[in-house]
Nanobody, 124 residues
Framework: QVQLVESGGGLVQAGGSLRLSCAAS????????MGWFRQTPGKEREFVAS????????YYADSVKGRFTISRDNAKNTVYLQMNSLKPADTAVYYCAAQYGRGTYSNQYEYTSWGQGTQVTVSS
């Protein structure tokens, strides 16, 4: 049974920073690529960032590149999303996802396991 639990969301002013965490259990963590997605109610889920199982490669959406950093600590079975220079447009529920494989997957349908999400709100 795979379980992903996000934490670290909250309210922050524009220009500020947040660090999201996703704790994984029930899977061989280092064999799974991990991704972050975000979603506003009524809209499609949007890719944010992904990282390979070993942490050697990462991929970012253009909208967050240069501001967000994805990383992972396989000893702790945890993936992180460091979000800097936050904008109101970053406001969303952020979801952690896991996919077995060697790639940096960016399509939500490539992922088999999902967390419940954590709310990020950025005020102007």
């Amino acid at each position: 049974q795979v379980q992903l639990v996000e934490s670290g969301g909250g309210l922050v002013q524009a220009g500020g920073s947040l660090r999201l965490s996703c704790a994984a259990s029930g899977l061989p963590f280092s064999s799974y690529a991990m991704g972050w997605f975000r979603q506003t109610p009524g809209k499609e889920r949007e890719f944010v960032a992904s990282i390979t199982g070993g942490g050697g490669s990462a991929y970012y959406a253009d909208s967050v590149k240069g501001r967000f950093t994805i990383s992972r600590d396989n000893a702790k079975n945890t993936v992180y999303l460091q979000m800097n220079s936050l904008k109101p447009a970053d406001t969303a529920v952020y979801y952690c996802a896991a996919q077995y494989g060697r790639g940096t997957y960016s399509n939500q349908y490539e992922y088999t396991s999902w967390g419940q999400g954590t709310q990020v709100t950025v005020s102007s």
